[in-house]
């Protein structure tokens, strides 16, 4: 054990001076990519036994699990860029498909993309066991119920799975995860509705054969370029997010070297939480309780005295306006323009402007993020409120496949196992009678 005394002049500008007060022992902990390694705390001990200091960080609100070359996120300064690319840019050119090419590749395609795209549509042809999986679901399941049940299967249909030894291999397996999951969210649609499947026409593009397969034959203006496009930029602001919960348990379930297909099912699971992927859903519970302009005031006192949730507010991540909102501000009235104006858009619109003028919500840092006004876009183009989650799922299945692929290559890469501090009983013996 270090016993040399505190010296601040001894550290360096990489370094963190840490004086232990109930031993006097002193360390300069490295600093590498603005963080240390927990591990250095384990050399804090009060004894030769001790197991030494852990950090306690509920929700990781500040540990780093990984190091990650996909997405940056200033939080405070509301800026989310993939790749270097910012998402604003992204939004305004880019197509879902060149993106997810992004983020798994590194570098946006040139050539390239034509092969990529074909590659996608060879491969976005559903096995009819998965259809007979979402047959076997009564017709009030939750979608994403059904996308779980659906990927999970995959992994059994796709064995060579659990084969992942060859870099060519997990990419093929990422290709089909991008090409299928679209077309298992239309078939769960297809079904809560009691409507026949859609046949894939991968020859249409990614988005529209997404939208054939999900409205062929309802009254939806689903081959209109705003609503087309309107949907691809809302795949696009949800194809990564960084290390977020669902993102977090993918690389997770990953670290155990578990299928791909598995990895995804988990992180669909963490998903499909009302406080992750289910929060746009929400947003239009809370409009629809609004009801109108007249009661936003109660609600706002509700909400501050703690018996109202504002939901699609606030982000553990932004402390500004999430860019992402910003965007979809824009192309909602392109979206609305075809559909309609969504009946809750005014209550909306009136909410936001009164949050973000109050100090109570100010202070708090609660801006609109990206749940908040893309539920309303959703459901103008025909979809119903339990279809949104697996819209979410099916963008970020892209982000999922880029961090999965990333995991493999880390060489810091270990198996996901987070300490615990216990404090259950001590060591007691189990009565004679027992």
Same mark, same amino acid.
């Given at each position: 054990?270090?016993?040399?005394?505190?010296? +601040?002049?001894?550290?360096?500008?990489?370094?963190?001076?840490?004086?232990? =007060?109930?031993? %006097?022992?002193?360390?300069?902990?490295?600093?590498?990519?603005?963080?240390?390694?927990?591990? =250095?705390?384990?050399?804090?001990?009060?004894?030769?036994?001790?197991?030494?200091?852990?950090?306690?960080?509920?929700?990781?609100?500040?540990?780093?699990?990984?190091?990650?070359?996909?997405?940056?996120?200033?939080?405070?300064?509301?800026?989310?860029?993939?790749?270097?690319?910012?998402? *604003? !840019?992204?939004? *305004?050119?880019?197509?879902?498909?060149?993106?997810?090419?992004?983020?798994?590749?590194?570098?946006?395609? %040139?050539?390239?993309?034509?092969?990529?795209?074909?590659?996608?549509?060879?491969? $976005?042809?559903?096995?009819?066991? @998965?259809?007979?999986?979402?047959?076997?679901?009564? &017709?009030?399941?939750?979608?994403?119920?059904?996308?779980?049940?659906?990927?999970?299967?995959?992994?059994?249909?796709?064995?060579?799975?659990?084969?992942?030894?060859?870099?060519?291999?997990?990419?093929?397996?990422?290709?089909? #995860?991008?090409?299928?999951?679209?077309?298992?969210?239309?078939?769960?649609?297809?079904?809560?509705?009691?409507?026949?499947?859609?046949?894939?026409?991968?020859?249409?593009?990614?988005? +529209?054969?997404?939208?054939?397969?999900?409205?062929?034959?309802?009254?939806?203006?689903? !081959?209109?370029?705003?609503? !087309?496009? %309107?949907?691809?930029?809302?795949?696009?602001?949800?194809?990564?997010?960084? !290390?977020?919960?669902?993102?977090?348990?993918?690389?997770?379930?990953?670290?155990?070297?578990?299928? +791909?297909?598995?990895?995804?099912?988990?992180?669909?699971?963490?998903? $499909?939480?009302?406080?992750?992927?289910?929060?746009?859903?929400?947003?239009?519970?809370?409009?629809?309780?609004?009801?109108?302009?007249?009661? @936003? +005031?109660?609600?706002?006192?509700?909400? &501050?005295?703690?018996?109202?949730?504002?939901?699609?507010? %606030?982000?553990?991540?932004?402390?500004?306006?999430?860019?992402?909102?910003?965007?979809?501000?824009?192309?909602?009235?392109?979206?609305?323009?075809?559909?309609?104006?969504?009946?809750?858009?005014? @209550?909306?619109?009136?909410?936001? &402007?009164?949050?973000?003028?109050?100090?109570?919500?100010?202070?708090?840092?609660?801006?609109?993020?990206?749940?908040?006004?893309?539920?309303?876009?959703?459901?103008?183009?025909?979809?119903?409120?339990?279809?949104?989650?697996?819209?979410?799922?099916?963008?970020?299945?892209?982000?999922?496949?880029?961090?999965?692929?990333?995991?493999?290559?880390?060489?810091?890469?270990?198996?996901?196992?987070?300490?615990?501090?216990?404090?259950?009983?001590?060591?007691?013996? #189990?009565?004679?009678?027992?």
């Amino acid at each position: 054990m270090d016993t040399t005394p505190a010296s +601040p002049a001894a550290a360096t500008a990489s370094q963190l001076s840490v004086v232990d =007060e109930r031993t %006097g022992t002193s360390r300069n902990l490295p600093i590498h990519d603005e963080a240390i390694d927990a591990t =250095e705390l384990r050399a804090f001990k009060v004894a030769a036994d001790d197991p030494g200091l852990v950090s306690f960080d509920p929700g990781f609100v500040n540990t780093a699990a990984c190091r990650s070359a996909i997405t940056y996120i200033d939080g405070d300064r509301g800026i989310l860029e993939h790749r270097g690319y910012p998402i *604003e !840019q992204i939004a *305004e050119r880019g197509t879902f498909l060149e993106i997810a090419y992004l983020l798994i590749k590194g570098e946006l395609p %040139g050539v390239e993309l034509a092969s990529w795209e074909a590659s996608i549509a060879e491969r $976005s042809k559903l096995p009819d066991e @998965i259809y007979g999986l979402v047959k076997a679901f009564p &017709k009030t399941a939750h979608p994403m119920n059904i996308l779980i049940a659906g990927v999970a299967a995959l992994g059994g249909i796709y064995p060579d799975a659990r084969d992942l030894s060859l870099a060519a291999a997990r990419e093929e397996h990422g290709m089909r #995860l991008i090409a299928q999951v679209p077309l298992i969210v239309a078939a769960a649609h297809r079904h809560g509705q009691g409507l026949d499947f859609v046949p894939s026409e991968p020859q249409r593009g990614y988005v +529209p054969n997404f939208l054939n397969m999900t409205f062929a034959g309802q009254e939806v203006d689903y !081959q209109h370029t705003n609503v !087309q496009r %309107g949907l691809e930029v809302l795949f696009l602001l949800h194809a990564d997010h960084e !290390q977020n919960c669902s993102t977090n348990v993918v690389r997770g379930a990953g670290s155990s070297d578990a299928d +791909p297909y598995s990895c995804m099912a988990a992180g669909l699971a963490a998903l $499909s939480g009302p406080l992750h992927g289910g929060a746009n859903e929400a947003v239009l519970v809370m409009l629809r309780e609004i009801g109108s302009l007249d009661r @936003i +005031p109660d609600f706002e006192a509700g909400v &501050k005295s703690g018996k109202r949730r504002l939901m699609g507010f %606030g982000h553990r991540v932004y402390k500004n306006y999430d860019p992402r909102a910003r965007v979809i501000k824009k192309i909602a009235d392109k979206v609305f323009e075809v559909t309609g104006v969504n009946p809750l858009l005014a @209550i909306a619109i009136e909410l936001e &402007k009164v949050a973000l003028a109050d100090p109570y919500f100010i202070d708090r840092k609660l801006y609109p993020n990206v749940d908040f006004y893309s539920g309303l876009v959703y459901e103008a183009v025909g979809l119903p409120a339990a279809m949104f989650t697996a819209l979410f799922a099916l963008a970020r299945i892209s982000g999922w496949v880029a961090h999965w692929l990333e995991s493999w290559v880390d060489k810091d890469r270990k198996i996901a196992r987070p300490r615990q501090l216990y404090i259950g009983s001590a060591r007691r013996d #189990l009565p004679a009678n027992a």
